[in-house]
Nanobody
Framework: QVQLVESGGGLVQAGGSLQLSCTAS????????MGWFRQAPGKERDFVAT????????YYSDSVKGRFTISRDNTKNMVYLQMNSLKPEDTALYYC?????????????????WGQGTQVTVSS
């Protein structure tokens, strides 16, 4: 069992930046692929970014590519999402997720553990 806790959300103006953090309880954190997803009000949960177990491979959704950066620190059991040039359409509840696999994925059904989410609101 892995417990994930997100933090770092908040209210920011368009064009601003936020860094989300996710801390994992598992002592085998480095064995998990990690991902970030988001869900806007009235919409389905969407893929944002994923990172391999070592951090050497990352993938992003087209909507955030070039603006967001996912990273991890396996010594601290942490994964991060640096969000720059934020837009009002980035407003959503952001979730951290863990996948017991050696391959990254953009599909939420392939993740095994989820956090409770942290709210990001971008004002225009």
């Amino acid at each position: 069992q892995v417990q994930l806790v997100e933090s770092g959300g908040g209210l920011v103006q368009a064009g601003g930046s936020l860094q989300l953090s996710c801390t994992a309880s598992s002592p085998t954190f480095s064995s998990y692929v990690m991902g970030w997803f988001r869900q806007a009000p009235g919409k389905e949960r969407d893929f944002v970014a994923t990172i391999s177990r070592t951090g050497s491979i990352t993938y992003y959704s087209d909507s955030v590519k070039g603006r967001f950066t996912i990273s991890r620190d396996n010594t601290k059991n942490m994964v991060y999402l640096q969000m720059n040039s934020l837009k009002p359409e980035d407003t959503a509840l952001y979730y951290c997720a863990a996948r017991r696999s050696d391959s990254t994925s953009r599909f939420e059904t392939e993740y095994d553990y989820w956090g409770q989410g942290t709210q990001v609101t971008v004002s225009s």
